[in-house]
């Protein structure tokens, strides 16, 4: 899986819009807790099969510890205008993907594409990238000199009832480029 890996962000390196990496980050699994407000589909499906009139009222749902079971690499290219994002295959996916090869039945997953994130801001002790998408903002801050990077995301569901916050955080390798 390794090789694959190293492959992958070979191959990211050259064909991104940057002509070179200012540095590359490599992260473990990060790990924290959610939060929920809203009424979520669970709930509204749960009153349905209840036979309630309405689902419950909006409320704070305790929070729970969560995180992600990908590892992320980030690449951030020396024009410092953005992030590219990475995410690694979990080991359960890895496991999946050769079961289903051993038995030469089609693997239903692909890899999750590439994404990127617009740097705000950038100095010696943090940089901070905000990702953008429907329904969804993630901001990803990194602390150089501490080795981490918090990565909080904000969404809601389709309906509009409920809305999660995902808050993380995650060791990491900084490798900076030394010809900058």
């Known amino acids: 899986m390794n090789q694959l890996?190293?492959?992958i962000i070979a191959?990211?390196?050259t064909t991104l819009s940057?002509?070179?990496p200012l540095v590359i980050i490599t992260c473990h699994e990060p790990m924290g807790s959610s939060m929920e407000y809203g009424v979520s589909s669970f709930e509204r499906v749960q009153a349905a099969i209840d036979k309630k009139q309405k689902p419950t009222k909006s409320h704070f749902k305790e929070a729970i510890k969560n995180g992600y079971e990908r590892k992320p690499t980030f690449i951030i290219g020396s024009d410092k205008k953005k992030a590219t994002i990475v995410w690694a295959e979990s080991a359960e996916e890895a496991k999946q993907r050769e079961l289903a090869k051993s038995v030469n039945v089609p693997y239903c997953c692909s890899p999750s594409p590439a994404t990127d994130a617009n740097i705000v801001m950038f100095t010696p002790d943090q940089i901070?990238?905000?990702q953008v998408d429907t329904g969804i903002v993630t901001l990803y801050s990194f602390f150089p000199k501490l080795g981490t990077v918090f990565i909080a995301s904000q969404y809601t569901e389709p309906s509009g009832k409920n809305s999660t916050q995902l808050s993380t955080f995650a060791e990491c390798e900084f490798a900076w480029n030394s010809s900058q």
């Open 5 to 7: 890996y190293i492959f």
């Open 11 to 13: 191959s990211l390196i």
């Open 18 to 20: 940057f002509a070179e």
């Open 128 to 130: 901070s990238a905000l």
